[in-house]
């Protein structure tokens, strides 16, 4: 018998970290350098196959950045049951906006909700302003899910998302 859930999951990050450029190479495989930033939030579904016999689809709301959005990402994420929080390897100041909305989750989010922190854009490895067991070190230390990832070279989202949907609660 085949086995399907659907899960909300919520991408929260500081402006231009990549968001939607991760959503459109999980949902659409693809990229492109120009991206119109995100007014308010977007809304796609992408499915994962567990094994033959277990499908997850995932109900991704990638919300816009800006402080002008910011109180409305509550609504987003009140009732999600996963969250991408993501930040840009090259930005340190995205890794302090990172520790400020996984606070927000853990605060705010309901019980259970499972959260991974991303670093976005490792093929810009030449420019990298955080080092990866920082990132990794503070996310573990707070029991987080932890992965770096290119949205560009597609390297590691398929995976991230994959990780995550192992750990949802399917009957
Ligand atoms: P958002 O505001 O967090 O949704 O960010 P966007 O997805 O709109 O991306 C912001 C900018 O970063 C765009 O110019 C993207 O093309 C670029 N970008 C996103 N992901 C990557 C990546 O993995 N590598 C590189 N080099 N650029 C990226
Ligand atoms: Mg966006």
Redesign the pocket.
Known sequence: EHRFAQFKLVLL?E???????IVQRFVKDSF????E??IGAAFLTQTVDLDANTTVKFEIWDTA?QERYRSLASIYYRNAQAALV?YDITQESSLDKAKYWIKELQKQARGGIIIALVG??T??EQERKVSSEEAESFAKGLGLLYFEV???SGTGVRECFKQIALKMPIE
């Open positions: 990050g402006s231009a970290v990549g968001k939607s450029s492109s350098d120009f991206r930033s995100t950045g993501v976005n854009k093929d810009l290119s949205a560009k």
